[in-house]
């Protein structure tokens, strides 16, 4: 309930946001936060039946992570975007009981901490999308009460973090590994992730720098998230063999002793559906001379994701691909033979989850092209088709490959009505609905208000950091930096899409996407016909990726 209280406003549901406000602030304010049941609510009596038994007093652990996204982000948002401060109060309450998460020796916060107050789980590592994630949220918690040391906490647990003394270098330089130790600041492996366990840290580089209105004092973000996607473009950066679509690929760990030889990535490595959210980070840090790369990189990936929704028999994308040449592949899908195209389902669940329409979303603002809005009412009318239950809610499929989801899991994620159907309903409203100028939102899809940084004046703790203390080599731009992205882009911004030098398959490149196309009434939704945004797609396409909004960086607010 929480998750969705943002989206409830947004969509004026009214009533119901004041009903769900209500339950969220007189359980988050007042519940002990000492047993499982502390978030669930205990349902009112049916005529007739006895009362349910009250939730017994049991000591857990919650995530440091989740619970900062979804409920202190949820809570956040709805009190910026209602006004009603009594949410602001909740979630500083709420996000007080995490703060000995952050007692460890280097400041880098343990995941798991026990709201009670009886003190965080010491796990030997702390994951990179979890302490990389916070900022958002506790830099308006800041900047709401008025009280440093959420921001504080968070920006020296990054200072410690890039302070580590086995940081990545050379083309790598601006990735962090998955693992850290909070007891000894080293990181804990050489993997890097644009997927699970590293993905929404890269997110919150580029959002922390828009949060704090893009100001001087907020550079360091913005510089640690340009290095990132140099690093991106130069290491994780690959192709697909016939249709040549970019994707993202993961850095398996490597011996990096002298002389070592690198370790070529794995045939038919995978990209999850979590890595389309990058498109959306691309986009937000589109200004100056790097727009036009940062444009072609997030039009190419999206492309990608899309794929993932077109070449499905379902509509709805696999959890995780590989692109791989399908000739070459052993491809266990029961359509295979009237289905074309690289892309090939390794996890074939659905999990409602909302990347791709998030990336849909960034470039539709960005670039007003009708495809974008296309290709999302494809992926929202498969939804509806295939994951509404009869009697209310959403549920995953487990299989994807086949035309009807291959059956339910029966788990409505609350991301579902926090992110999925917010992006949806986005992608259709105004813009001024919620401009991109003045909020930004959190990753569960929580809009937080664009706000001076709230410590020193407006500088994050970052700034009082030599260059070459924020980044392995400087801030300035790597010499290899240049020709990474034109490696990276060198096929061409959407030639993919267009088949322009590459073999197009039959029947148009939308294939699959039966669900879809069945939800519209397209040619029985037998995957022959050419998807909806594929027929449409000749709308106000902007290939250069020239920004319609007009947001500059460095701007200074
Ligand atoms: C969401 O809970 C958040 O976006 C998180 O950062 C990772 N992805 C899920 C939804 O897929």
Redesign the pocket.
Known sequence: MCDALSTLWLMNLTDEFGAARDWVVAHITHASFATPRAFEAVPAPLPGHAPSPPPQRIEVHVGVFETT??YVGGLLSAAQLSGDASLVDAAAALASRLLPAFNTTTGIPFGWVQLSGGGARAAESAVL?EYG?LTLEFLTLSTLTGDPRFAEVVENALAAALAAPNRLVGKRRGLLPTLVSPSTGRFANSVVSVGAAG??AYEYLVKAWALCGRGAGAQPYVHLFDAAADSIAAVLTRRSPTQRLLHIGEAPPRHEGPGAAPVPPPPGEPMQH?TC?FVGALVLAAEGPRAERYMGYASALAETCWQMYAQSMSGLAPDSVVLVNRSDYPDPDPGGPRRFGDVVSADARW?L???ALEALFYLWRATGDEQHRDRAWAIFTAIVALCSQTGGGFTGLLDTRFKTGGGVDDLQ?S?LLA?TLKYAWLLFSESSVLPLSEWVLN???HPLRVAPHPLNGGATLLHGLQPRDLLPGGTAEQPWAAAAWRDALRDGIGDAAAGATHPRPPGGAGGGGGAAAAARGVNGGDGDAAAPAERAGKGRRNPKGVRRSGMRRGGGG
């Open positions: 996204i979804r999308s994630s993905d929404s979590l959210y999990q989850r909302p990347e994620p991301w992110e990753t569960e899809g």
